[in-house]
């Protein structure tokens, strides 16, 4: 179909603002938005009713000047928009006054246009279909996001923005989803109250994840943080070498971050002390997430008898240990065999029933059921070896293997 004969069609008996007009054009030249693409079309379609080549609905040409002919056109409403698009700087300024109490660089805008819109234009597609046409939806966002750009000088960005502002024309509803701050470093945990992350149930007062998070909301003004380690270690276990994290940041409010002071007022604290405290991102967190490092670890275990033929452990170096799911976790893991070896093991006698223990093992090999044997559930083991049983073990992480 000729253009001319698509324009007279859908302005036989409708009238459409420059941006409806022009935005069935779209895809049609390049460098022009909607609305001049609109503008440059009536006017052509001006020059063509005043010589009589097209008849379309006078309101087309409201506000123009005919020298041949004379024209009635009055003010109609966009058949399509309902002149939307004459409110964009009114919306945009609302949306900005809104994020106003956000630190933000880039941001993207999605709305929800009023659904009789979004009726309208479907029906009218099914009518006389889209060959060129973009969805008002885009341009509605891309409007109003321009115009947002200006009022706040802060760029659109389509892939990571900082903020994502959702609008509902419908709902006359804002709603933001604020991209996390994430801030990666090493720890060590030098308490055997204190778990790793925080607990529903209040029943540690301190956590690794509290401590590093007070300081940091109050420079991000965040509503909360989520917390992710390359692996943990148990409440009553210390864990001297440096585990990474990272900690994230949800729903801030400021996004630029003090490393310096942060560090500093986390080592303040007499059980949690971190290091390499840098910006980070979800990059960052897979690849924590993904680590499966060999640890070192020290345990002092206190056996019910003497200790006579701690050589026996020697026995262990190198040697693949069968272990069932611990007892102690099988109610939220599954019941599995898992095969982990030990890389080295040293020994040292205390006292006639205590020995250190430093054991190189491979990621994943629980180093408690390594000595105690879980009611054996885990084969060999420390106890099994000795045959002597274990009272009590006090055991560290001293190294996490980069």
Known sequence: ????????????????????????????????????????????????????????????????????????????????????????????????????????????????????????????????????????????????????????????????????ILYDFDKKKIDFIVRSVFVYGKYQKLSRKMPQCRWKSVVYKHSVQSVIEKPLLAQTKGEKTSFHGEGREDVDVRCLGWRPFVIEVLNPKKRTVNISDLKNRINKSKYVKVKGLRIASKIDVKAVKAAKPDKTYRAIVTFENPVSNASVLKALKGCVINQQTPTRVIKRRADLLRKRRVKDIKYKLLSKNRLELKTHAQSGLYIKELIHGDGGRTRPSVQELLNNKVKNIELDVIKIHE
């Open 1 to 164: 179909m000729k253009i001319t004969d698509f324009l007279e069609q859908i302005l036989k008996d409708k009238y459409l603002c420059d941006n409806c007009l022009g935005r069935q054009f779209a895809s049609l030249l390049t460098g022009y938005t909607n609305k001049q693409r609109g503008q440059a079309i009536r006017m052509y379609l001006a020059f063509l009713a005043e010589a009589d080549q097209i008849k379309i609905k006078p309101s087309n040409f409201y506000g123009m000047q005919f020298r041949l002919k004379k024209m009635k056109a009055e003010k109609e409403k966009c058949h399509l928009c309902d002149d939307i698009f004459t409110k964009v700087d009114e919306k945009a300024k609302r949306i900005a006054k809104k994020i106003e109490g956000y630190e933000f660089n880039t941001f993207l805008l999605g709305t929800n246009p009023p659904n009789d819109i979004m009726k309208r234009e479907t029906e009218f597609w099914e009518e006389y279909g889209i060959e060129w046409a973009e969805s008002i939806n885009t341009e509605i966002n891309r409007e109003i996001g321009k115009s947002i750009s200006k009022l706040i000088s802060k760029e659109l960005d389509r892939k990571t923005p900082d903020i994502t």
